[in-house]
């Protein structure tokens, strides 16, 4: 199924709030993020093993064993893809009553990185298989294959909700002009998802960034020659960290940044 270019599974979230100042900034310093029950979808695949069909996509994560997420990847129906706010979020989906299934494998964990669009030419139970309101996941075809005999084309799945478990901090991808400047956030650690960014020059307040699409943030403002620092806050937690000084003052476009916080 060709895909291009993820609305929220159910989830239950336990945090405790401790607020605490840092650097003069409140925020709430600890949550917990928890999987969510199983429920029933269906998976199909694009591409081939290669899985160079996924990369790039309606997320914006570009090449994705460079940004860390390699081809345990899935497109998700728009009724998953909540506009571009489930860009990041993981989850576990198993193989489930189809005699394709490879029962030895109990699940497998996929990060979602671009939006599988409707078909409203075929049917929802006939092609269709991303239209609304199914929920829907177009693996890479690597992916599929771990779960199931690929002849198979589409199977039953079970998919939940979990934490992201991620390698160190958040990661900036800088995009823009002089007067622009737009953001891809990647490397997202528990919820895996944001739902506001600001972004702190070093000659500036806090200025708050509107979504774009997908995992992308922007701030029209001139920011060029000040180190820059980012607070984000989860859409699924609501918790918020700030990245401290992530890029200096001679940080460039088309480069990306690391920083050590992230969500857990």
């Given amino acids: 199924m060709a895909s291009i270019l993820q609305c929220r599974g159910c989830f239950l979230i336990a945090f405790t ?10 925020k709430v310093a600890m949550a917990t993020f928890r999987p969510s029950s199983w429920a029933l979808a269906h998976a199909t695949f694009y591409g081939d093993e290669t899985a160079s069909a996924t990369m790039g996509g309606a997320c914006g994560y570009g090449n994705l064993f460079q940004s860390g997420y390699g081809t345990d990847t ?14 990041g979020t993981c989850y576990q989906i198993k193989c489930y009553q189809s ?6 494998v109990a699940f497998t964990t996929v990060t979602a990185t671009n939006l599988c669009p409707p078909n409203w030419s075929e049917p929802s139970d006939d092609g269709g298989w991303c239209n609304p309101p199914r929920a829907h996941f177009d693996l890479s075809k690597p992916v599929f294959m771990k779960i199931a005999q690929w002849k198979a084309g589409i199977v039953p799945i079970l998919y939940r909700r979990v934490p992201c478990q991620r ?3 958040l990661r900036f991808n800088f995009q823009g002009n002089g007067y622009w400047l737009l953001v891809y956030v990647m490397n997202v650690g528990g919820g895996g998802d944001i739902a506001s960014m600001w972004v702190r020059g070093s000659r500036t307040g806090w200025i708050q960034m509107s979504h774009n699409w997908g995992a992308s943030y922007q701030a029209f403002a001139t920011l060029a020659g000040q180190s820059l620092s ?9 918790e918020t960290i700030i990245a401290w000084n992530v890029a200096p003052s001679n940080w460039n476009y088309g480069l990306t940044y690391s920083s050590a916080a992230n969500f857990r």
């Fill in 74 to 87: 899935a497109a998700l129906s728009s009724r998953l893809f909540n506009n571009g706010y489930a860009c």
């Fill in 167 to 169: 390698k160190g901090g």
């Fill in 230 to 238: 980012f607070r984000v806050t989860s859409y699924t937690t609501k």
């Fill in 99 to 104: 005699s394709a299934c490879y029962n030895n």
């Fill in 17 to 26: 709030c401790i607020f605490a100042t840092f650097m003069g900034e409140s």
